[in-house]
């Protein structure tokens, strides 16, 4: 039996595949949150570069991957596809288990797939500074590499409860070359505003997006970039899935179920994407499900309706499955799942019943990151650990119902920097997280009043 797949360089896919083109309901647009009209491109030209807007709004189903940006994928594309042996061996089920192993890549984690091509085209149409945000650490890492890769300038907005916990993650940005500032910061009206409510604001990942979507809007050399939730950053992670569909053919193999940890929907949409295009083009049957923590349950407890991606309102309105743009998840461990909302695009695959939605709690989450680790010598993120516990669930129930299956997952990172994570967990420092009511309802009635009349 094959450990490890690998796939030659020349067999890197040419393109991203848009899932937009094959999506039976189509997503509806964003919204103006003054007038409720859909926004045009006019809307978004101060934040993003044109080429991006066009990806943004594209119903074509492949759009090309360009040499420049291919030439730096490979530093560390196309990705290992492992058979979990050791896993499989353990867990004693009627499964075959893969997963795909994003942990190689310059910060450790998917992220760098969509950072590359973002900071391109931003070079292309000449834009001096990029500006961002980033909790974990994770996107902030990423992105940092890419600007240095084409000379741009970074600022890193950084959730300050992270920029405490986290000083890593903090200096591997500043070794690519980036600013980083712990938000809420007092450069901006947003941070000021928090910061005049609550001087100990530990932030979150909504207010960081409003300083950094600020600072971009007030200078024509700048501009912003988002890690996660837009359609073309969903776009550009199916580089993940199509590569797995690759090597699953060299396997002789192909999934029944797909699996990710979903934060605001890119690493899913990156795995699961492809292999979708099966059910929705070719018949197929291949289950992919979402899995996201207990305490930030969007797709499980929250509601489809128009949201700000942010905290300040600076966003267009977004439909989407939320939790309230003011909801504050509490402090878990796996930061790049904390975020309110799930992109659009999932969104609307799980209102049509495309895609499943799993919350798992994170005591679950982490054993099953230390079992994976013992089993398989590869250190989880915490964010990836919600795929694994999904994955020995799906295996679980296999063995009780007598239903073999083939499972892929992503493993979107790894744990290196998050080894005070573990630290707590081994120190019986971290509990599970019991979402409430209250915390749904008290979030969403001003949200209520953002709907666009029918
Ligand atoms: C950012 C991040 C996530 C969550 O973001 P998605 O857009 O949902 O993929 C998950 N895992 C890791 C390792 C991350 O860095």
Known sequence: MTKKIFLNESEMPRQWYNIVADMPNKPLPPLHPGTKQPVGPEDLAPLFPMELIKQEVSADRYV?????VRDIYR?????????????????????????????????????????????YYNMQEGVKKITTETGAGQWGTALSFACQQFGIECDVYMVKIS???????????????????????NRTQAGRNILAQDPNSTGSLGIAISEAIEMAAQDPHTKYALGSV???????????????????EIAGDFPDVVIAPLGGGSNFAGIAFPFLRHNLMHGKNVRAVAVEPASCPKLTKGKFMYDFGDTAGYTPLLPMYTLGHNFRPAAIHAGGLRYHGASVLCSQLLKDGL???????????????????????????????????????????????GKPRTILFNMCGHGFVDMQAYADYFDGKLNNHEFTEEELFGNLPEIDALQPTA
């Open 163 to 185: 920029y405490d916990q986290k000083p890593y993650r903090k200096i591997m940005m500043n070794t690519f070359g980036a600013n980083v500032y712990a938000s809420p910061s």
């Open 64 to 68: 090309d991957i360009p040499d420049q």
């Open 75 to 119: 530093i560390w594309r196309p990705s290992p596809l492992f058979r979990a042996t050791g896993l499989e061996k353990l867990l004693d089920a009627p499964v075959k288990i893969y997963y795909k192993y994003e942990g190689v890549s310059p910060s450790g984690s998917h992220k760098p797939n969509t950072a590359v091509p973002q900071a």
């Open 355 to 401: 895609i499943e939605a799993q919350a798992l709690q994170q005591l679950e989450c982490f054993e099953a990151g230390v079992t994976f680790a013992k089993a398989e010598g590869i250190i989880p993120a915490p964010e990836a650990t919600h795929a694994i516990a999904q994955v020995i669930r799906e295996a679980n129930m296999a063995k009780l119902e």
């Open 230 to 248: 837009l359609n073309h950053v969903l776009m550009h992670q199916t580089i993940i899935g199509q590569e797995a569909e690759k090597q699953l």
